[in-house]
C-alpha cells in the first residue's frame, strides 16, 4: 500500500514535471518563434517602405531630369528665338530716353506760346526722337494741370487723333509713350488751347 502510493507519487510529480516542463518549452519556443515573425515582418515593412521611399526618389529624380531636361530645351529655343529678335531690335531700335516738361505757369498766361513770341508752353516744344525711343511727357508745371494729347487744336476745337493721351497729368505726373511710326505727331494740352507742340519721329 505504501509502494502503490510511492509509485502513484512519483507518477503524479513526473507527470507534473512534464506538464510544466512542456508548458515552459512550449511557451518559451512559441514566443520565440512570435518573435522571430514579429522581426521578420518588421523587416519586410522595413523593406517596403525603403522600397516605397526609394521609387519616389527614383521617379522623382526622373520627372526633374525630365523637367530640366524641358526647362533645357524650351530655354535653348527661346534664347535662340530671343537672340534673334534682340539683334534685330539692336538694328532698328534705339532706347534713348527723352522728356518733354511743361513750362512754369504755362496754364495761366499764353506768354509762353510762340505765336505771342515765348519759346513754347512745353518744353522742348519741338522734339526729335527715333521709333523706339522712351519719350516721358512730365507735367513739370508746379502751378497746375496739363495734358499732353495728340491731334491739333483749331481755336477752341480739339482734334485728338489717338496716337497717345496722358489724360490730365497733376503736377508731378508723368506718362510714357514709345513710338513705333516714324512721322510728326502734333499734340496739345485738352485744358489750355495755346499750349501745343510737336514730336518728329525718325
Ligand atoms: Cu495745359
Not at 37 to 52: F, P, R, Y
Not at 53 to 80: F, R
Request: overall charge negative.
Amino acid at each position: 500500500m505504501r509502494l502503490l502510493f510511492a509509485v502513484l507519487a512519483l507518477v503524479l510529480i513526473c507527470s507534473a514535471t512534464t506538464t510544466v516542463y512542456f508548458t515552459y518549452y512550449t511557451a518559451t519556443f512559441y514566443t520565440t518563434d512570435v518573435f522571430q515573425l514579429e522581426n521578420k515582418v518588421a523587416s519586410l515593412e522595413s523593406e517596403i517602405s525603403s522600397l516605397k521611399s526609394s521609387t519616389a526618389s527614383d521617379l522623382k529624380n526622373a520627372y526633374d531630369d525630365g523637367y530640366s531636361a524641358g526647362i533645357a530645351e524650351q530655354s535653348s529655343s527661346s534664347n535662340t528665338s530671343s537672340s534673334k529678335i534682340s539683334s534685330s531690335n539692336t538694328d532698328a531700335v534705339s532706347t534713348i530716353t527723352r522728356t518733354i516738361g511743361t513750362v512754369e505757369k504755362s496754364g495761366y498766361s499764353t506768354d509762353c506760346a510762340v505765336p505771342m513770341g515765348g519759346d513754347g508752353c512745353y518744353t522742348p516744344v519741338n522734339l526729335s526722337a527715333n521709333v523706339g525711343d522712351k519719350i516721358i511727357m512730365a507735367n513739370t508745371d508746379s502751378t497746375g494741370i496739363h495734358s499732353f494729347t495728340s491731334g491739333t487744336v483749331d481755336g477752341f476745337a480739339p482734334s485728338p487723333d489717338g496716337t497717345f493721351d496722358t489724360g490730365i497729368l497733376m503736377s508731378g505726373d508723368s506718362f510714357e509713350w514709345t513710338p513705333t511710326v516714324s512721322g510728326e505727331y502734333p499734340y496739345y494740352c485738352m485744358l489750355h488751347a495755346w499750349q501745343v507742340g510737336t514730336i518728329t519721329v525718325n
